[in-house]
């Protein structure tokens, strides 16, 4: 029994690490360019196939890949914020939700064009191995995941807090207008922004590949957790979304365990549902 | 500037629109362009219910597929297990939407803007997985199909491919000239003024919440009356299917490259994108998935940043340069 329980909870808290890196890179793009990334789930599936394409081709190690699919997605991040974002910022809702809502149908559906519904996997030697701890069983592949997936938002709250363009960063995210009063470029900030974020969900693909499949629609299951922990660790709170997608995690494996196979995604809806019945403005928020 | 009444010949344009489209199946015979007739009023009617809180009031929902599936359940429901007839059923299914967006809209109000339109897919999603989980009362996954009685008018099932396109003419007239009398009442002017600043609107004494709550009860019953048709016309129901998430995008999709919140957007934005579909797959065939939702995604993002006002924009404008460069006549 009391065994159960805390496997569920390991396995919840290991992918819960992955979520993070995905809710992170949506609260940042919101606290700092005021928009929803509907399409960060299809740069997590973007990561994916980069990874499983280099293990396939030239036999490179998903997690090695990190070093291609972090930087790759930085790049893409600086173009869509350059191309596409910046044309549709302003006071209007409509153009902001609907271009990266069509950015992921786009990536969504030429994906599913070009890579056709099919599942790929990658094997590494260190997919099947788990280590073994009492009667509890940790699966190496996710504890890496997890590992690295702290090291990274660790690194990020670092840079946020010391260098001077993650201050302004900061600073744009708290007020925009007064932040560039004080002479912060702020196109420059919201590329920095966007191609961190998508650097994150990069590597959250890679970090999948080795016990994860890959395919098209890979992303909505990721970006759906982003979006329920966003809200509920407050927008724009890397620190909130971090916490919150390590509890969606747990409450989706221990809803998995005790509610039902099918039942992860349900429970996670009930926690969206009763943070905006009860508690609004997430769990560590004033009221707006 | 308020328009009370329709000018003469606004009202002979209608009627010779409303004739053509009455007159148009028995010029056509093929089934399959009638089949192609009913997809345009179908979505272009579910597009005019969507447009009444999306397009007028901004409240960018991505969840109408709830009422849709709610609609399409309810009338299957009582038809199946009461013998119902789905005209009633239609009506029941409307009415359950409309209660449902009470609690829904309840919890989706508290959010603005992107996370509002979050909060609906999450609300339809879960929907979905309810009807997915609880086979007692709605054969769960498999869904159902719906007993083919031949045909019988009574219980909305017809031989011919025809009648079902004049029940879903009827349904998007019926939406238009809802939309048209709300345009043009103090509703219509609350709506729009939600849609451009709710907080300006609710300084000026406008009753937002009040206002939302109200237009989303008349978009949900709307859009469930074409759950209902859907279902009858292609004698099947699952959760997939009736809570698809293509439904609440192509609903919005619609009116966005059409026109957002003006009364023909929806409908000529389904022309369009419902033309651009039929002519891929003639020309590609349907065996590569994806390509017509990377089209409609192409033509979205094409509006978005380059006409914002939709088609309905760009025929406007046209028509202002015609206008101005014909000599004005004595």
Same mark, same amino acid.
């Given at each position: 029994?009391?065994?159960?329980?805390?496997?569920?909870?390991?396995?919840?808290l290991?992918i819960?690490?992955?979520y993070a890196?995905v809710?992170?890179?949506?609260t940042?793009?919101?606290?700092v360019?005021?928009i929803?990334n509907?399409a960060q789930?299809?740069?997590?599936?973007?990561?994916?196939?980069?990874?499983?394409?280099?293990?396939?081709?030239?036999?490179?190690?998903?997690?090695l890949?990190?070093?291609?699919?972090?930087p790759?997605?930085?790049?893409?991040?600086?173009l869509?914020?350059?191309?596409?974002?910046?044309?549709?910022?302003?006071?209007n809702?409509m153009p902001q939700i609907?271009l990266?809502?069509?950015?992921?149908?786009?990536?969504?559906?030429?994906?599913l064009m070009?890579?056709?519904?099919?599942?790929?996997?990658?094997h590494?030697s260190?997919?099947?191995?788990?280590?073994?701890?009492?009667?509890?069983?940790?699966p190496?592949?996710?504890l890496?995941a997890?590992g690295?997936?702290?090291?990274?938002?660790?690194?990020?709250?670092?840079f946020?807090?010391?260098?001077?363009?993650g201050?302004?960063?900061?600073?744009?995210?708290q007020?925009?207008?007064?932040?560039?009063?004080?002479?912060?470029?702020p196109n420059?900030?919201?590329?920095?922004?966007l191609?961190?974020?998508?650097?994150?969900a990069?590597?959250?693909g890679?970090?999948?590949m080795?016990?994860?499949?890959?395919?098209p629609f890979?992303?909505?299951?990721?970006?759906?957790?982003?979006f329920?922990?966003?809200v509920?660790?407050?927008?724009?709170?890397?620190?909130?979304?971090l916490?919150a997608?390590l509890?969606m995690?747990?409450?989706?494996?221990?809803?998995?365990?005790?509610?039902?196979?099918?039942?992860?995604l349900?429970?996670v809806?009930?926690?969206?549902?009763?943070t905006?019945a009860f508690k609004?403005?997430g769990?560590?928020g004033k009221a707006? | 500037?308020?328009?009370?009444g329709?000018?003469?010949?606004t009202?002979? /344009?209608? $009627?010779? +629109?409303l004739?053509?489209?009455?007159?148009?199946?028995l010029?056509?015979?093929?089934s399959? $362009?009638i089949?192609?007739?009913?997809r345009?009023l179908?979505f272009s009617?579910i597009?005019?219910?969507?447009?009444?809180?999306?397009?007028y009031?901004k409240?960018?929902?991505?969840?109408?597929?709830?009422?849709f599936?709610? +609609?399409?359940?309810?009338?299957?429901?009582? !038809?199946?297990?009461?013998?119902?007839?789905?005209?009633?059923?239609?009506?029941?299914g +409307?009415?359950?939407?409309?209660?449902?967006?009470?609690?829904i809209?309840?919890?989706?109000?508290?959010?603005?803007?992107?996370?509002?339109?979050?909060a609906?897919?999450?609300?339809?999603?879960?929907?979905?997985l309810?009807f997915?989980?609880?086979?007692?009362?709605?054969?769960?996954?498999?869904g159902?199909t719906?007993p083919?009685l031949g045909?019988?008018?009574l219980?909305?099932?017809?031989?011919s491919?025809?009648?079902?396109?004049?029940?879903? /003419?009827?349904?998007l007239?019926?939406?238009l000239a809802?939309?048209s009398?709300?345009?043009?009442?103090?509703?219509?002017?609350?709506?729009?003024?939600?849609?451009?600043?709710?907080?300006?609107a609710?300084?000026?004494?406008?009753n937002?919440?009040?206002?939302?709550?109200?237009i989303?009860?008349?978009?949900?019953f709307?859009t469930?009356?074409?759950?209902t048709?859907y279902?009858?016309y292609?004698?099947?129901?699952?959760?997939?299917t009736?809570?698809?998430?293509n439904?609440?995008?192509?609903?919005?999709?619609?009116?966005?490259?059409?026109?957002?919140?003006?009364?023909?957007g929806?409908v000529? +934005?389904?022309?369009?994108?419902?033309?651009?579909?039929?002519?891929l797959?003639?020309?590609?065939?349907?065996?590569?998935?994806?390509? !017509?939702?990377?089209?409609?995604?192409?033509?979205?993002?094409?509006?978005?940043?380059?006409r914002?006002t939709?088609l309905?924009g760009?025929?406007?404008?046209a028509w202002q340069?015609?206008a101005?460069?014909k000599?004005a006549?004595?």
């Open positions: 029994m009391w065994e159960t329980v805390a496997q569920a909870v390991i396995n919840g290991l819960g690490g992955i890196l809710s992170i890179g949506v940042l793009i919101f606290g360019v005021k929803v509907f789930g299809e740069f997590v599936m973007i990561g994916m196939y980069i990874s499983f394409f280099l293990a396939n081709q030239f036999g490179l190690d998903p997690l890949s990190l070093f291609v699919t972090m790759a997605l930085f790049v893409i991040g600086v869509v914020q350059h191309f596409l974002i910046r044309r549709v910022l302003g006071p809702d609907f990266t809502f069509a950015l992921s149908l786009l990536l969504l559906n030429l994906a070009l890579f056709t519904a099919n599942y790929r996997t990658v590494t260190y997919s099947d191995e788990a280590f073994h701890l009492g009667g509890l069983y940790i190496e592949a996710k890496i997890f690295v997936a702290m090291l990274l938002s660790g690194a990020l709250w670092v946020l807090h010391t260098t001077d363009l201050k302004a960063m900061r600073a744009a995210a007020n925009r207008d007064v932040a560039m009063l004080m002479g912060i470029n420059r900030v919201f590329c920095v922004a191609g961190i974020a998508l650097a994150l990069g590597a959250a890679s970090l999948l080795p016990f994860y499949s890959a395919y890979v992303g909505q299951v990721f970006v759906l957790m982003a329920v922990a966003v509920l660790g407050t927008l724009g709170n890397v620190m909130g979304a916490i997608s509890m995690g747990i409450a989706e494996s221990l809803g998995i365990q005790y509610v039902g196979a099918d039942s992860g349900i429970v809806f009930a926690m969206l549902l009763l905006l609004p403005t769990l560590g707006r | 500037m308020i328009r009370h329709l000018s003469a010949r009202f002979l /344009l209608l $009627a010779i +629109g004739a053509v489209m009455i007159a148009l199946p010029v056509v015979k093929s399959f $362009a089949d192609i007739f009913i345009i179908l009617f597009g005019t219910a969507w447009n009444l809180m999306g397009g009031a409240q960018l929902s991505l969840g109408h597929a709830a009422y599936g709610l +609609g399409a359940y309810t009338s299957t429901i009582l !038809q199946i297990d009461f013998s119902v007839s789905p005209w009633i059923g239609m009506i029941a +409307g009415i359950v939407a409309m209660l449902a967006s009470l609690p809209g309840w919890l989706c109000f508290r959010l603005r803007g992107p996370y509002f339109t979050i609906t897919i999450a609300t339809a999603q879960a929907l979905m309810i997915l989980k609880f086979r007692d009362f709605a054969w769960g996954a498999e159902t719906i083919n045909n019988a008018p219980m909305m099932q017809f031989e491919k025809a009648a079902y396109y004049y029940v879903v /003419l009827g349904l007239v019926v939406g809802i939309t009398i709300i345009e043009r009442s103090w509703m219509g002017y609350y709506l729009v003024a939600i849609g451009e600043d709710e907080d300006a609710e300084a000026i004494g406008v937002a919440p009040r206002i939302k709550r109200d989303y009860m008349i978009s949900s709307l469930a009356l074409a759950g048709f279902t009858q292609i004698y099947f129901i699952d959760p997939a009736a809570f698809s998430f439904i609440s995008i192509e609903a919005a999709l619609v009116s966005i490259v059409g026109g957002i919140g003006t009364l023909w929806p000529i +934005g389904t022309v369009l994108l419902e033309t651009t579909s039929t002519l797959q003639s020309w590609l065939g349907s065996s590569i998935g994806g390509v !017509q939702l990377t089209v409609y995604s192409l033509i979205l993002m094409a509006v978005i940043l380059w914002p939709g309905i760009l025929i406007t404008e340069r015609y101005k460069r000599p006549r004595a």
